[in-house]
């Protein structure tokens, strides 16, 4: 397997997405995965370098990479950016990821010669899971497959008591479990959701859905995510859910990434198999 970093710099908002290419050993032009990480989430947090080695090993072009405002800049491990951060809506992240599809398009990716640029799939967890849905909905000529992992099913998930904060203040805080620090939440975010309520209304939207999707479900989740994948899962007309039994919001990673848990184990492999099944010659 072959990794290359890469940064591409969008010329404006100081906004700048890096990431990592991981390559199978074959070199023949391979479907190219986006693996898009959720709110406070990164692309080198936890299972997501396993995930993109995993699925590189098995034939795939994987993109790990940090959306431009999510809040990791040079420094790859912690949250230095907390403006940009605070100003992270889906609108931004959307952009994102047209941008980095559009290069693969043009051929302007690392190693673009091993990425067949007709067979495009989308991975996301959480917050990754709803922008995957997203934007698979508005370009649906482009995307050819998606999976998700223990995804939101709504754009406004924030809690009650941030989402008050933001309302009466205009900033509202987050806690990051791991470190303790306070990530901030400004109004431009929930303005943002407001003003494009129709094209962020995932579960509205997903009765136009007609290509294959899977959700991957912990049945430990936080509540609301089990209900939310089941909801999902009747109303994309090409769904396929999978529980995985005792799997939490991160299918048991901790971050710094510890061990391979049977729960991660068993996420991985149907997101493999899946992509597999849709993103192979035959069936593009």
């Not at 673009?112 to 649906?140: M, Q, T, V, Y």
């Not at 406004?156 to 008050?164: C, I, K, Q, R, T």
């Not at 479990?177 to 400004?186: C, D, E, F, N």
Request: with cysteine.
């Amino acid at each position: 397997m072959l990794k290359k970093s890469f940064s591409f710099d969008l010329g404006k908002e100081n906004r700048v997405i890096r990431g990592d290419v991981r390559l199978p050993k074959l070199q023949s032009p391979s479907p190219v995965l986006f693996i898009c990480h959720g709110f406070k989430g990164f692309k080198d947090w936890g299972f997501f370098p396993v995930l993109a080695e995993k699925l590189a090993e098995t034939g795939f072009v994987a993109v790990t990479f940090n959306f431009s405002m999510n809040g990791i800049g040079e420094d790859l491990e912690n949250f230095t950016e907390l403006e940009k951060f605070s100003l992270n809506t889906f609108s931004r992240e959307q952009e994102d990821l047209a941008f980095l599809i559009q290069k693969v398009r043009e051929g302007d990716f690392p190693h673009a010669d091993a990425i067949d640029p007709g067979r495009i799939g989308l991975f996301g967890h959480s917050r990754g899971g709803g922008n995957s849905l997203i934007h698979a909905l508005d370009h649906p000529d482009r995307i050819k497959a998606v999976a998700v992992w223990n995804s939101i099913h709504r754009a406004d998930f924030f809690a009650p008591e941030v989402m008050d904060d933001i309302e009466r203040k205009g900033i509202g805080y987050v806690s990051n479990a791991r470190t303790g620090q306070l990530l901030p939440v400004r109004r431009e975010v929930i303005e943002d959701i407001r003003q494009n309520r129709e094209r962020f209304d995932i579960k509205k939207r997903l009765s136009d859905l007609h290509i294959p999707l899977l959700i991957v479900q912990g049945t430990e989740d936080l509540p609301g995510f089990l209900e939310g994948a089941q909801e999902m899962a009747d109303l994309a007309d090409k769904a396929s859910l999978c529980l995985i039994e005792g799997a939490n919001h991160t299918m048991g990673a901790v971050h710094p990434f510890e061990k391979m848990t049977p729960q991660l184990e068993e996420a991985i492999q149907a997101t493999s198999s899946f992509f597999l099944k849709h993103l192979s010659p035959e069936q593009v």
